[in-house]
């Protein structure tokens, strides 16, 4: 069983990402997925989430430039970020949580930085 987070990078302000969020070994199907990120000397944040029904909520500081996005048939979880701003940079988490059971990727680094 195994999350792996995949394209962060680094890029300038206004600039896009797409983040992945690959599973194996379960299918993502009917859990929830949480994209989370931490940047340098801060807690651990959640930035967006989409549920088992597929209802999608987003941190107030993304909405209208981060989408979150589900597909059952590659079994991921994108996460595609326009408009990047300096704040945004920090290593970004997914979680697949359903009831008691989470699992979480290792991380993928995003920087924005002109």
């Known amino acids: 069983v195994q999350l792996v987070e995949s394209g962060g990078g680094l890029v300038q302000p206004g600039e896009s990402l797409r983040l992945s969020c690959e599973a194996s070994?379960?299918?993502?199907?009917?859990?929830?997925i949480i994209w989370h990120r931490q940047a340098p000397g801060m807690p651990r944040d959640w930035v967006a989430s989409?549920?088992?029904?597929?209802?999608?909520k987003y941190q107030e500081s993304v909405k209208g430039r981060f989408t979150i996005i589900r597909d059952n048939a590659k079994n991921a979880v994108y996460l595609q970020m326009n408009n990047l701003k300096p704040e945004d940079t920090a290593v970004y988490y997914c979680?697949?949580?359903?009831?008691?059971?989470?699992?979480w990727g290792q991380g993928t680094q995003v920087t924005v930085s002109s």
């Open positions: 070994g379960f299918s993502l199907n009917g859990y929830g």
């Open positions: 989409i549920g088992g029904t597929n209802l999608k």
């Open positions: 979680e697949a949580t359903r009831l008691s059971t989470s699992y």
